[in-house]
């Protein structure tokens, strides 16, 4: 098993920047893939980033520019800088791993909240 914990989140103006982090523990050893995810109200849960056990890194077009997924595998903590960030970006940030061989994500963390105000 592995247990994910988001924190970092909050409450910032339009144009400011927040960092998430993500700390996994448990057997993270079987982990390939780790990620952000975000669902606003009423809306579906969309990817952000994710980023492979090598340092790969993969973003949706629409968050290309102003999200940056980093990983400290000593850490073993998954992090998204969040930059010039917009009232649309209001949303419970996840965060997700996925195991070896697996096609969706094994394990989800609880959400931390990020509100930007206009």
């Known amino acids: 098993q592995v247990q994910l914990v988001e924190s970092g989140g909050g409450l910032v103006q339009a144009g400011g920047s927040l960092r998430l982090s993500c700390a996994a523990t448990?057997?993270?050893?079987?982990?390939?893939?780790m990620g952000w995810y975000r669902q606003a109200p009423g809306k579906q849960r969309e990817l952000v980033a994710h980023?492979?056990?090598?340092?790969?890194?993969t973003y949706p077009d629409s968050m290309k520019g102003r999200f940056t997924i980093s990983r400290d595998n000593f850490k073993r903590t998954v992090y998204l800088q969040m930059n010039s960030l917009k009232p649309e970006d209001t949303a419970v940030y996840y965060c997700?791993?996925?195991?070896?061989?697996?096609?969706?994500?094994?394990?989800w963390g609880q959400g931390t909240q990020v509100t930007v105000s206009s």
């Open positions: 997700a791993a996925r195991r070896y061989l697996s096609a969706n994500n094994d394990y």
């Open positions: 448990g057997s993270i050893f079987s982990i390939n893939v």
């Open positions: 980023i492979t056990n090598g340092g790969s890194t």
